[in-house]
């Protein structure tokens, strides 16, 4: 999937995210390119089409990877799109 869907204003990102990627090696900015490429990840098939909605209606944007260490990481963008904060599920 290519091209961007959305701005994701600011980027922010907790500190057990931040560790995570860190721990695994993975590079943030690939999922933060797939989130706005409207890529959800590992979504079930009820938040994808919410997301899909989302996109047309201005909601809130919820995408769900795994790092190669196995870990679950979150990438939220806010309904007004002023922030994308990614974060561990369990930090919520």
């Known amino acids: ?21 860190e721990a695994s090696g993975d590079d943030l900015m690939a999922y933060l390119v797939r989130h706005i490429a409207g890529d ?18 201005g909601f809130r944007l919820l995408s769900a990877y795994t790092l190669n260490s196995g870990t679950k990481i979150w990438i939220i963008t806010e309904a007004d799109r ?11």
Do not use: C, H
């Open 1 to 21: 999937m290519s091209g961007i869907k959305f701005s994701p204003g600011s980027i922010v990102a907790t500190p057990g995210a931040l560790a995570a990627l």
């Open 40 to 57: 959800w990840g590992e979504v079930d098939e009820q938040d994808r089409r919410e997301n899909e909605l989302s996109l047309v209606r």
């Open 82 to 92: 002023s922030v994308t904060t990614v974060l561990l599920p369990e930090e919520y």
